[in-house]
């Protein structure tokens, strides 16, 4: 089988549409299905053996670190040489409406991925009034695609509500062995907590959409240290108002597993997730995760049994579900046994299975056989 994968965001640019882009097409090749990658510049060839074409990006003057790619008749003629079977667009706004084109012309079934909260994202950067318009233009964008797959029940349940069809889950999966409690590190943690300190981590995007601002409710818990883990233009800021806590930077590999199952609490802030991998993440690792009742977050965290959830936004119950868990190292040891066995089964094989099921139900007959 051929596919396109056209997304919004492609390395060096690390985030969750880019990191389930990778983790697909190195799972679609493994299989020998063929992949083309369309994505915003900058250049690259390759990856994971499969070819790349890049096109123009145009940087946001509200977020410089996003480039949103910019569809042209040469990505048309890219995706027409390549002859896909299906054509699968990574969270589309602009370059996959001329994704979603390509396959129109080509006369090939479409797979659209909600990813990302476009609206929730531009909130937070002063552009509410814009939210109604970008839905109305994702209403109509995933209208036209054979079938939009939903990260999370609570995002079936909003896109239901506004009257996107046809729609079907497909959540994430979390690489076991890279997050996994055997990379905790006593080594790390005596540097980090040299007077046994409880670790408290956030770990992800230092920008206005992920909310990291409420870390400043943290500061003080008696017997903590808040380890920060990331880097993004709220990064100055945070370390003026947090100036005890440890900031590691942006960190990958080995050292962002040792980092996260070294945690003995994971704190996500951000309110408009999708899904949030990180999270995932941060179960796999063993580590209880208090995170926000809203958008992904609501599948993957059971409260008293995981870790806790607190209402959006409000930082005292924040604040509070961190310190009954610091308080407490009896249930941080129960949720922590919790934490990993809550996402077992949770494998990229296993989530790439159910892909191509999606697949072969829009390919139908003999390429459906062929695809799965």
């Known amino acids: 089988m051929?596919?396109?994968?056209?997304?919004?965001?492609?390395?060096?640019?690390?985030?969750?549409?880019?990191?389930?882009?990778?983790?697909?097409?190195?799972?679609?090749?493994?299989?020998?299905?063929?992949?083309?990658?369309?994505?915003?510049?900058?250049?690259?060839?390759?990856?994971?053996?499969?070819?790349?074409?890049?096109?123009?990006?145009?940087?946001?003057?509200?977020?410089?670190?996003?480039?949103l790619g910019v569809p042209t008749g040469r990505m048309r003629a890219a995706v027409r040489d390549f002859g896909p079977d299906i054509v699968h667009l990574a969270s589309p706004v602009v370059l996959g409406a001329g994704g979603l084109t390509a396959a129109r012309e080509l006369?090939?079934?479409?797979?659209?991925?909600?990813?990302?909260?476009?609206?929730?994202?531009?909130?937070?950067?002063?552009?509410?009034?814009?939210?109604?318009?970008?839905?109305r233009w994702l209403r109509r964008l995933h209208a036209r695609a054979d079938l939009t797959l939903v990260p999370s029940s609570p995002l079936l349940a909003e896109l239901e509500r506004r009257g996107v069809p046809r729609l079907a889950?497909?959540?994430?999966?979390?690489?076991?062995?890279?997050?996994?409690?055997?990379?905790?590190?006593?080594?790390?943690?005596?540097?980090?907590?040299?007077?046994?300190?409880?670790?408290?981590?956030?770990?992800?995007?230092?920008?206005?959409?992920?909310?990291?601002?409420?870390l400043a409710a943290l500061a003080g818990i008696p017997g903590t240290r808040l380890v920060v883990v990331g880097d993004g233009p709220e990064e100055g800021r945070l370390r003026r108002m947090l100036p005890?806590?440890?900031?590691?930077?942006?960190?990958?590999?080995?050292?962002?597993?040792?980092?996260?199952?070294?945690?003995?609490?994971?704190?996500?802030?951000?309110?408009?997730?999708?899904?949030?991998?990180?999270?995932?993440?941060?179960?796999?690792?063993?580590?209880?995760?208090?995170?926000?009742?809203?958008?992904?977050?609501?599948?993957?965290?059971r409260p008293g049994h995981n870790g806790l959830l607190f209402t959006p936004d409000d930082e005292a119950e924040l604040r509070t579900a961190v310190a009954a868990l610091a308080g407490d190292p009896l249930l941080r040891r129960l949720m922590s046994l919790n934490a990993r066995r809550s996402v077992r089964g949770r494998s990229w094989d296993m989530i790439c299975d159910q892909l191509l099921g999606h697949y072969a139900g829009l390919l139908g007959g003999t390429a459906a056989s062929e695809a799965a």
């Open 169 to 214: 889950l497909w959540a994430r999966g979390v690489d076991q062995e890279r997050f996994n409690p055997g990379h905790r590190s006593e080594s790390l943690r005596a540097r980090l907590a040299p007077a046994g300190e409880v670790l408290v981590g956030y770990v992800g995007r230092l920008a206005a959409e992920k909310r990291p601002r409420m």
């Open 244 to 301: 005890d806590a440890a900031f590691t930077g942006f960190r990958t590999g080995q050292e962002l597993s040792e980092l996260v199952a070294s945690l003995d609490v994971f704190v996500h802030t951000g309110a408009d997730e999708t899904f949030c991998q990180a999270v995932q993440e941060g179960l796999a690792s063993g580590v209880p995760v208090v995170a926000p009742a809203a958008g992904g977050p609501l599948d993957l965290v």
């Open 107 to 135: 006369d090939v079934p479409a797979v659209a991925v909600f990813q990302t909260d476009v609206a929730g994202f531009i909130r937070q950067y002063g552009l509410g009034a814009a939210s109604p318009a970008v839905w």
């Open 2 to 67: 051929k596919v396109t994968i056209v997304t919004e965001s492609f390395l060096p640019r690390v985030n969750g549409v880019t990191n389930s882009v990778c983790r697909v097409t190195e799972q679609l090749a493994a299989r020998g299905h063929e992949v083309l990658v369309i994505a915003p510049a900058p250049d690259r060839d390759r990856y994971a053996g499969q070819a790349v074409r890049t096109v123009p990006a145009l940087a946001l003057p509200c977020y410089r670190s996003f480039a």
